[in-house]
């Protein structure tokens, strides 16, 4: 099969409700419809139908995880559906993606479950799923200033996640990058990535969602370009997770996406990555999604519980999970659109709960992230409420690396988490170095 000819292609910026009739091109410096709402990428679905889905499957398993540039990367080498006119030359990627799908086989045989998946999304350059997006807006970013746009740097506010993504693409695009950072609510690792990428790092005495209000009246008046996933840029390389996931499946699609959520965009890039690979005929159903929440910021879960029916912002309380620690999610309802369109559920799970369950799936194997906790302790709950039943077919998807984490992780095997009893701790035995004391300890846990 010939190479597809992306002019036949087209994607666009239009309002995300439905009421709201605005459109501009992806090269505006635009972050919200005409409403105030948000914005959507939106592709010319009749052109992309043109080829059949035997086609697309035979394309995208063909570039996935080989050398030509860029397609050899998770998200470029669905490059058609992703932003189909934007040069090659001009992407800006570090072969991002095609991350492992981790059968979690002895985790599952603990909850009584056959078909449990992690997808390790934080296998990643900078260690989580934020460079799948992050790849995307810094390439069309720079494809927009070499076309003469008016931007003098890239900046975000961050919970550390996506300023190690901003720093790690801008810097290997040349383009200034400024990260507004809560004081003291980050890893070691994640600020200092940033830092070592060269980024502008400010650390300001307030909380992510008094970093986000900042930035956005920075990015109102000066020549700075927004990186935050209000920014629909980013969402469309996120849903390549989704399609690499059918993908490895050999195009069939799992019953269950479990991921944690905080600003909420990821839930709905995946949403948008299954629906799109059904509206094109590549895969014949969408699964069901259950977003998980930290009980300290937790206002998706408070909303479910009331049906959608109404959405109060909470002022997220500390939590281990910090990249989720957002009272005031900015895609709210985009994640309620992937809830109703998919009989979606939420799930909430507490900071023991969180680091325990992380602990014990880490005995089999992993070394979970407290994200990933987080959604490991919602699919454990969603299994006893029998929501999930044994047999299906569930990914959890594993947000972030588990070395971004060392310092919560370290002090629950250290038992000094406040208010967590660390019950699967396995803490270094400091032993005389005399093979006689070493015997004793080994002989404490294994019989010799
Ligand atoms: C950003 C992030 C999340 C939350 O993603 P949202 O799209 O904001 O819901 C979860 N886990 C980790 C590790 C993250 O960095």
Same mark, same amino acid.
């Not at 947000?399 to 310092?407: E, I, V, W």
């Not at 208010?419 to 005389?432: G, I």
């Given at each position: 099969?010939? /190479?597809?000819?992306?002019?036949?292609?087209?994607?666009?910026?239009?309002?995300?409700?439905?009421?709201?009739?605005?459109?501009?091109?992806?090269?505006?410096?635009?972050?919200? @419809?005409?409403?105030?709402?948000?914005?959507?990428?939106?592709?010319?679905?009749? @052109?992309?139908?043109?080829?059949?889905?035997?086609?697309?499957?035979?394309?995208?398993?063909?570039?996935?995880?080989?050398?030509?540039?860029?397609?050899?990367?998770?998200?470029?080498?669905?490059?058609?559906?992703?932003?189909?006119?934007?040069?090659?030359?001009? !992407?800006?990627?570090?072969?991002?993606?095609?991350?492992?799908?981790?059968?979690?086989?002895?985790?599952?045989?603990?909850?009584?479950?056959?078909?449990?998946?992690?997808?390790?999304?934080?296998?990643?350059?900078?260690?989580?799923?934020?460079? /799948?997006?992050?790849?995307?807006?810094?390439? +069309?970013?720079?494809?927009?200033?070499?076309?003469?746009?008016?931007?003098?740097?890239?900046?975000?506010?961050?919970?550390?996640?996506?300023?190690?993504?901003?720093? %790690?693409?801008?810097?290997?695009?040349?383009?200034?990058?400024?990260?507004?950072?809560?004081?003291?609510?980050?890893?070691?690792? +994640? /600020?200092?990535?940033?830092?070592?990428?060269?980024?502008?790092? /400010?650390?300001?005495?307030?909380?992510?969602?008094?970093?986000?209000?900042?930035?956005?009246?920075?990015?109102?008046?000066?020549?700075?370009?927004?990186?935050?996933?209000?920014?629909?840029?980013?969402?469309?390389?996120?849903?390549?997770?989704?399609?690499?996931?059918?993908? +490895?499946?050999?195009?069939?699609?799992?019953?269950?996406?479990?991921?944690?959520?905080?600003?909420?965009?990821?839930?709905?890039?995946?949403?948008?990555?299954? %629906?799109?690979?059904?509206?094109?005929?590549?895969?014949?159903?969408?699964?069901?999604?259950?977003?998980?929440? @930290?009980?300290? %910021?937790?206002?998706?879960?408070?909303?479910?519980?009331?049906?959608?029916?109404?959405?109060?912002?909470?002022?997220?309380?500390?939590?281990?999970?910090?990249?989720?620690?957002?009272?005031?999610?900015?895609?709210?309802?985009?994640?309620?659109?992937?809830?109703?369109?998919?009989?979606?559920?939420?799930?909430?799970?507490?900071?023991?709960?969180?680091?325990?369950?992380?602990?014990?799936?880490?005995?089999?194997?992993?070394?979970?992230?407290?994200?990933?906790?987080?959604?490991?302790?919602?699919?454990?709950?969603?299994?006893?409420?029998?929501?999930?039943?044994?047999?299906?077919?569930?990914? !959890?998807?594993?947000?972030?690396?588990?070395?971004?984490?060392?310092?919560?992780? !370290?002090?629950?095997?250290?038992?000094?988490?406040?208010?967590?009893?660390?019950?699967?701790?396995?803490?270094?035995?400091?032993?005389?170095?005399?093979?006689?004391?070493?015997?004793?300890?080994?002989?404490?846990?294994?019989?010799?």
């Amino acid at each position: 099969m010939t /190479l597809p000819d992306t002019a036949n292609f087209h994607a666009k910026y239009r309002a995300f409700d439905d009421s709201d009739v605005s459109e501009y091109n992806l090269d505006q410096i635009v972050y919200r @419809a005409k409403n105030g709402g948000l914005l959507e990428v939106e592709h010319d679905m009749d @052109a992309l139908r043109k080829f059949d889905p035997a086609q697309w499957r035979e394309l995208f398993d063909r570039r996935s995880g080989r050398t030509v540039w860029p397609y050899g990367s998770g998200v470029w080498s669905k490059k058609e559906w992703v932003l189909p006119n934007l040069p090659d030359e001009d !992407v800006v990627s570090m072969f991002e993606g095609n991350s492992n799908l981790f059968w979690a086989e002895r985790f599952g045989a603990q909850l009584g479950m056959s078909d449990l998946w992690v997808k390790q999304c934080g296998n990643s350059h900078t260690g989580s799923f934020k460079d /799948l997006g992050m790849t995307v807006l810094v390439s +069309q970013v720079n494809n927009m200033i070499k076309n003469g746009a008016d931007i003098k740097a890239v900046g975000c506010a961050s919970t550390g996640d996506t300023s190690a993504a901003l720093g %790690a693409y801008c810097a290997a695009a040349g383009i200034p990058s400024i990260v507004f950072l809560p004081a003291d609510k980050i890893s070691t690792a +994640q /600020l200092v990535q940033p830092i070592a990428n060269g980024s502008l790092v /400010l650390s300001l005495d307030t909380d992510f969602d008094g970093c986000m209000k900042l930035i956005q009246e920075v990015v109102d008046e000066y020549p700075i370009y927004l990186a935050n996933s209000m920014n629909s840029l980013r969402l469309e390389g996120q849903k390549t997770v989704s399609i690499e996931i059918a993908q +490895q499946f050999d195009w069939n699609v799992p019953d269950w996406i479990v991921v944690p959520g905080g600003n909420l965009g990821n839930v709905y890039a995946f949403y948008k990555g299954f %629906a799109m690979m059904k509206e094109l005929g590549l895969t014949d159903k969408l699964p069901r999604m259950a977003v998980a929440q @930290a009980e300290n %910021a937790n206002p998706l879960y408070l909303s479910y519980l009331n049906d959608f029916n109404d959405f109060n912002p909470v002022v997220a309380k500390q939590t281990y999970a910090s990249a989720i620690q957002i009272g005031d999610p900015v895609s709210i309802h985009r994640a309620i659109r992937a809830l109703r369109a998919t009989n979606g559920v939420v799930e909430q799970a507490s900071e023991e709960e969180i680091m325990d369950v992380a602990a014990r799936a880490d005995r089999t194997g992993m070394f979970n992230c407290p994200h990933t906790g987080v959604a490991l302790a919602a699919l454990e709950k969603l299994r006893q409420k029998n929501v999930i039943s044994a047999d299906e077919r569930v990914v !959890v998807v594993s947000t972030a690396h588990g070395l971004k984490f060392t310092d919560s992780k !370290v002090a629950y095997h250290e038992k000094k988490l406040d208010n967590c009893r660390s019950q699967y701790a396995n803490d270094v035995k400091r032993v005389e170095p005399k093979v006689g004391s070493i015997i004793d300890s080994i002989r404490a846990r294994i019989e010799i």
